[in-house]
Every structure is written in C-alpha cells, then in structure tokens.
C-alpha cells in the first residue's frame, strides 16, 4: 500500500493561495458573464483588533454559499471592502494619539491579511475603502443628487449628545440614558442645525416591498416594526383664542375619554399658550427636559413629570373645556408632538393622571371585570352619546367622518420612522459638500470640484460647542461661493457613516471607473445583488438606507432597480463558552492562532458545525478536534483512492451500499447548504465518509463527488485532493455532482421474491436498490435456493422496490 504522507495544513492552504492569486481564479470576467451571481457580505469595519471569530463565522457562511453557486455553474462575483470612516475609528485615534489616516490603513493591512489566510474567494481587483477620495467622491456625489431633488434639508433638531465623544449619537446607541460606547456618561439633549434626508417620504414603499423580498423573517419583522405604520385620524382642539391643536391618534374611538391634553415641551405652541402666572414654571420645566435625553423620555419613568399651561382647549367630541400640559412622555418627533390624554384606556395617560389628580373617564367596557387602564380595542363604547354599543374597531371610522363633518378630523396614516440625520459633529468622515454664502445661502459643490478631500490635521479632538474641528482650519473653512464668487463657508459637519455603507455594493462591480459611480452596463448585469448575507445587528439602519438610497436612485433615473438586495439572510451569533463574546469578558476568540493550530479549512468547518448558521452557537476549543479528525480521514482516504489505475475500476461500488448512501448524501448536502442548513450537510458528509470506509469500497467513484461537496466548507483540502485525482484546473470549475432520486431515496423497503410466480421469500433492500443487488441478497435466502434447486434462472422480472419474479 502506498504510504500517504501527513495532512499538513499550513502548506495546502499557502500553496493554493498563492495559486488561486497567480491564475486569477477567483476573478471573474464582469463584462462577459453567461450566469452572474453576486454573492455579497457585509463590510467589515477595520478596527485595531483585527477580525474576530463572529467576523469569521459570518464571512464563512457566506463564501460557502458562493462558492457552491460556483460549483453549480454560475460566474461568482464576491467582492470585499472596509467600512472605514466613523466614530469608532477617531475615537481610537484619539486614544492613541495618531490621527485615523495613519491608523486606518495598517487596520486594513491586517483584515486584508486574515481574510486571506481563511481562504475567501475574494476578487481583490475591486477591494474598496470608504475612507477612499475616489470612494467618498461619489459619496458626496450621492448627497448632491439628494439636495438637487429636494430630498436632502437642513433644520434645527432635538438630538441625543454625548458629552465624552462630544458629537450627535442616535437613539439606537442609547442605553438607559448612558452612551452606549461610555456606560458612566449621562446622555444629554441639545438643539442643533443638522442635514436630514427625507426617508419619511418613501415609508410606505419601504413597508409594502417587505412583502416581495425573499428575506429571514426575523429581518423583516424588525425592519416592518421599525417603519412603524399606524392608522389613525388627525383631530382638532381649539382654544378658546382660536389656536388649533392637531393631535394624531390611532383610538379615535375613545375621544369621548380625552380628559386632558399634553404636549411634547418643545412643542412651538406652547409659548402661547402659557398663561403668565405659570410661565415660570413651565420655562423651569423645559430648562430641565433639554438635559435629558429623547431615549429616556420616551421609555419614561414610573414617577410622571408634567406642568400645567394654565390654558384650556376643547374636547371636539364633547366640547368641555379640558387642561392642556407639558410632559416630558411626550415627544416632538412623534406624530404631532401632542397627545390627547385617555387615562381610562393607556397606561402612561392613567399613571399621569393619578400623579396629577386629573379626570378618569371610562369609555370602552369588555367582558372581564379588569381594573383602569383598560386598553383592549375589544370592548363597546360608553359615556360616548350617540356611540354606546358600538363596538370600538367600528366605532373608529363613524366618530372620525362624524368630527370631519365640522372640520375637526381627518383620516390619516402615520409612521413610526423619521428622517434620517446624517449630520455628525466630528472629523473622521466624508466632509458634506454644501458652501453657505450670505448671498446665496446653501450651495452644492459643483460636480466638477467633487471630491472635498477631507484635510489631513492634527487637532481633530472635538469640543463641546458642537462645531466639527474642520471649523478651526481656515484655510480650508472659507472659500469661494460656486453662484457669486463672494466669500463662503464650508459645512464643517461629516456624512453619517451609514451613508457611506448605503451605496458600496454599486461601487463594487466598477472600482476602476473614476469618472463615474458606478458603469451603467456592469450595473444592469450584476445587479441586484444575487444573496446578500449578513448580522440582524444591521437589521433595520444600514438595510434600510440602503433600500431608500437605492429606491432615490431608482427614481431619478440613475438605477434600473428598486431594491437592492432581494434575497438576504441574517446569521446567528457566536458565543464562547456560553456567554457573549466582549473585552470585558476577556472571551473574543481571535481566529489567527486557531488557524495556525488547526488550519483555515479545519476553523471554517468548525464554525459552520457549530449550530444552524442563521442561530449561531457555542465555540468550545475542545470541539474543533472532531473537524480536524474528519479532514484528516478524508485526506487518507482520498490518498487510498487515488492509487486506483482508472475511473470505473471499482467494481464494489456500482449498486453498493456506498453508492446509494452517496446519492442520498448528495442529495442532502445540496439541500441543506441551499438552506444554508451546513451543520446537518457536514454532518452528512462525515456520516457518508464514515460507510465509505465501513463498507471498504474506497473508489475514485465515492470520494470524487465528496471532495467536490466538501470544496465550498474546506477549499484548500480539497483542491489539494482534486489534483491528486490528475485534475489540472482548479475543483472550482468542475460542476456540482447530480444525485439519482431513484438511488437517494431514503429507507428500506421489503421486496417479494417469487420463484415461477409463487410468494418463496422477502428481503429487504435499500430503497432505490438495483435488480442485480436483489438477485444477489434473494439468492442467500434458503427458502429461495431450495426452490431454485440448482437451475439454471432463465428470465427475471423486476419491479422497483416490490416483487422480484424468478422464472427456472
């Protein structure tokens, strides 16, 4: 027997590295393609640290799935790039002492370094970096053809500040009232003049494509709950000065127990309707509101605080006279910024109005005997005039046409969802390319002076005032105005880094092209993108801009698409030695050792055997040896075979065991990383691997179609393998091995045997088993030999998986 030299992982994978770089096999040809597929991943942001394993498990899931699409015959796109610019980035910077563009590119050195080593089929030619000019130009480019639409605009907002990293953070980065980057800092609120885009504009587009788009559900879910949809009416209430107060509301039908009303303290009408003897107070009270942060109020605390205005509006429906007040529950960005108070039938309306000793009325009556709040839609109407005993859900639509009678209600659809803020405080991102001149006001940059190259400076720390440090640098501050020549200001404010991220899959396919963002024929033929996997953490921001900047696109002509990512599956999340993954914990598993230990293919089969890929599961460094164990199987046995002379030199395998347990594997392994299912297709390989050397039928015939199985999950062993069998092209070129559904359909079956048409016996074969095998396995049965005697059989009838007729 041939000695079969040790698995040495180190040398196959370098080996097939530097091979897959130097014949340029993971390079499609993009303007000549028969079967495009765009595989995409989410972006990484390069920090200092390097990938982690959670990187790692969410890069290997999806380079196995194109790498089985490749296997499958498409002509696979799988492009990589760095998220570079953003907060995280300067604040490390500042930490250390160097400014982000000296440290950027070193991170990226070391991503770019790991993502090689596990072996990605990554086509490096169009690797990106959104700290790039030629990148962040068409960035900026993207903003212009927002601000030229109408879609991009400038107004003063309520925003949630960070005193330590001193710049705007969303409510997402929230947590209790603390910064979620520093958890001992108190999160304050400040007014400030910031970009927005109109994303509101697009809410129900947003929300009514979900339903087509082949998504995980959980994805869909959180972005649906995000958008935010509800039905409701605005309605009216007039004071007796003649102010009208809309309040948007989805309960209409319990108008009758509006008892009060509240506004948000921002709310621009409360000036005027502060009485003076409580204007001290209530100017006290919106003093104390600005230092307290929008996530806060809106999750509010048990303990109500309000002011009364001293003022008074009508209940439309009633026309009594109720108080009209101040709270900090009540928030200018939502709906109306005022509210119409049913404490009989909401929660935070009855604990305010036990706190202030204000009306309770009910007005919806259920079949329990539950105590106030009653907030159920499934009850009658009360203390509601000619409504009662009506139930609420139709009592809805006749109170509003009712109100709208007398001009005091109109039906409308409201949405959770806000514009977006792209505006941050900060240094370390694509500088928005607006000019402010007195005469003008607010300029685009021409086209033609795209990129503003964000200056290289050195005191980029912020400060509390809220201005970005790019303010302090004149000579790149003042500038001429593009309309009128007359002295100008740049906007000092950087882009959002969700920006950045919501347009890199359209640069990707055309990296080369700097006079344009992306080539209109590679567009048309790469996109949309084919599978696109990645974190719920990106669930509802990144998923969402992306939608909405590619919808804008869509309709200003400059894309053939409205969506840019019709199928999209969300991964699970790796945790180690059950519990989460963090620093402080001291638990991040950092993927190089493991990798130099057990090798990339052994670490990549690991993590995908793990738990199902779109759940996640428990990284233990005691399980991994199980992988390695089966690679190293494979590798002997696939030596062991190689030895044979010719294909087809195996006559144990046609209709063995091995064959149909390989069909049947086939079969599974096909479906289940379709699925994305890889624990249960690894799973099935090891179990097929197991009976191949069970049953000693070690043929070219059962290890070829593995080894082209395994090569998604362990590229680099199998290429190695692949070559043995006298393959000269890359196992990537090979196609995807067929499965005959007669030999894959699973079980046994029980087969009658006749001898000259009389019952003699049943066997049981595998179902699918061929008539030769049956002939074989009847043959041993005593009760069939004593009826065949010695004859000679003259004629076999064989019906598939049920009689077998022995004619002697």
Request: overall charge neutral; aromatic content about 12%; glycine content about 6%.
């Amino acid at each position: 027997m041939t000695q079969v030299p040790p698995y040495d992982p180190q040398l196959v994978e370098a080996k097939w590295q530097e091979r897959w770089v130097r014949e340029h096999t993971n390079e499609p040809d993009l303007d000549r393609t028969r079967r495009p597929f765009y595989n995409l991943m989410m972006f990484p942001y390069p920090s200092a640290e390097g990938l982690h394993v959670g990187n790692m498990f969410a890069f290997t899931g999806a380079d196995i799935y194109g790498r089985f699409k490749r296997l499958q015959g498409y002509d696979v796109f799988e492009p990589i790039g760095f998220d570079a610019f953003g907060i995280h980035s300067e604040n490390y910077a500042l930490s250390v002492g160097t400014n982000p563009a000296q440290l950027i590119p070193k991170n990226i050195e070391t991503f770019r370094r790991q993502l090689r080593r596990f072996g990605g089929m990554f086509d490096w030619r169009h690797e990106l970096s959104t700290t790039d000019p030629r990148y962040y130009k068409w960035t900026q480019w993207i903003f212009l053809q927002l601000f030229a639409a109408g879609l991009a605009f400038r107004k003063q907002a309520a925003v949630n500040w960070c005193p330590k990293d001193m710049s705007v953070i969303a409510n997402e980065q929230v947590i209790n009232g603390y910064c979620e980057r520093h958890p001992d800092t108190k999160v304050e609120q400040r007014f400030l003049e910031q970009w927005f885009f109109n994303i509101t504009k697009y809410a129900e587009p947003l929300l009514k494509n979900l339903d087509r788009l082949d998504w995980s559900d959980s994805t869909r879910t959180l972005q649906r709950n995000w958008i935010g949809r509800s039905e409701g009416a605005e309605l009216i209430f007039e004071t007796p000065a003649g102010a009208r107060i809309p309040v948007f509301t989805t309960r209409p039908d319990t108008v009758f127990g509006a008892t009060y009303l509240v506004l948000a303290p921002e709310h621009p009408l409360v000036d005027q309707l502060t009485a003076d003897e409580q204007r001290r107070s209530v100017n006290a009270y919106r003093r104390q509101m600005q230092g307290k942060d929008l996530v806060s109020r809106r999750v509010g605390d048990k303990t109500k605080t309000g002011v009364f205005l001293g003022s008074y509006a009508r209940n439309p429906a009633t026309g009594e006279a109720i108080s009209i007040w101040i709270a900090d529950y009540v928030l200018m960005e939502y709906g109306t910024g005022a509210i119409m108070a049913v404490p009989a039938h909401d929660t935070r309306d009855f604990e305010f109005a036990t706190q202030f000793k204000l009306p309770i009325r009910e007005v919806v009556r259920t079949s329990g005997a539950e105590p106030l709040p009653r907030v159920s839609e499934d009850g009658v109407l009360v203390n509601s005039q000619q409504f009662d005993g009506r139930p609420c859900r139709q009592a809805k639509g006749a109170i509003v046409a009712w109100l709208q009678e007398r001009k005091l209600a109109t039906p409308e659809v409201q949405y959770r969802l806000h514009d977006w803020c792209i505006s941050r405080q900060r240094y370390w991102g694509p500088p928005i390319p607006i000019i402010y001149c007195d005469r003008c006001g607010p300029v685009a940059v021409p086209e033609r002076d795209l990129p503003v190259e964000l200056p290289f400076i050195q005191d980029f720390r912020p400060d509390a005032s809220g201005v970005s440090p790019l303010a302090r640098h004149k000579e790149w501050y003042f500038v001429k105005c593009p309309q009128c020549g007359s002295q100008g200001r740049r906007e000092t404010d950087v882009s959002d880094t969700f920006l950045d991220s919501a347009w890199y899959f359209l640069r990707y396919p055309s990296t080369e092209f700097d006079d344009r963002p992306w080539d209109p024929a590679r567009t048309t033929t790469w996109l949309p993108v084919s599978s696109y996997i990645g974190g719920n953490e990106h669930a509802v921001l990144h998923l969402l801009y992306s939608r909405f900047v590619t919808m804008v696109l869509r309709e200003l002509g400059k894309l053939h698409f409205d969506e840019p990512f019709p199928k999209l599956r969300a991964h699970g999340l790796i945790i180690k030695d059950g519990a989460k993954m963090s620093k402080s914990r001291g638990n991040v598993v950092i993927p190089d050792a493991y990798i130099q230990k057990w090798g990339a293919d052994t670490l990549r089969m690991y993590l995908m055997f793990l738990g199902p890929f779109q759940e996640g599961g428990d990284f233990r460094d005691t399980s991994i040896i199980g992988v390695r164990r089966f690679l190293d199987k494979l590798w002997t046995t696939a030596h062991e075979a190689a030895t044979q002379p010719t294909p087809g030199a195996s006559p144990g395998f046609p209709g063995s065991v091995v064959e149909r347990k390989l069909h049947r594997t086939i079969k599974k392994v096909t479906s289940d990383t379709e699925r994305l299912d890889y624990n249960t297709a690894i799973s099935a390989m090891m179990e097929y691997l197991n009976t191949v050397r069970d049953e000693r039928v070690v043929a070219r015939e059962a290890i070829q179609p593995l080894l082209v199985m395994v090569a998604p999950y362990a590229p680099h062993l199998a290429e190695e393998l692949w070559s043995l069998f006298g393959h000269e092209r890359s196992i990537f070129t090979a196609a995807w091995p067929a499965f005959d559904e007669r030999l894959a359909a699973a079980g046994d079956v029980e087969v009658v045997v006749q001898v000259n048409g009389k019952v003699r016996a049943r066997v049981t074969v595998g179902r699918g088993a061929s008539e030769a095998e049956v002939v074989a396995l009847a043959m041993k049965d005593e009760s069939v030999r004593k009826f065949v005697d010695g004859k000679p059989v003259r004629k076999t009838v064989y019906v598939q998986d049920r009689l077998l007729n022995l004619v002697v």
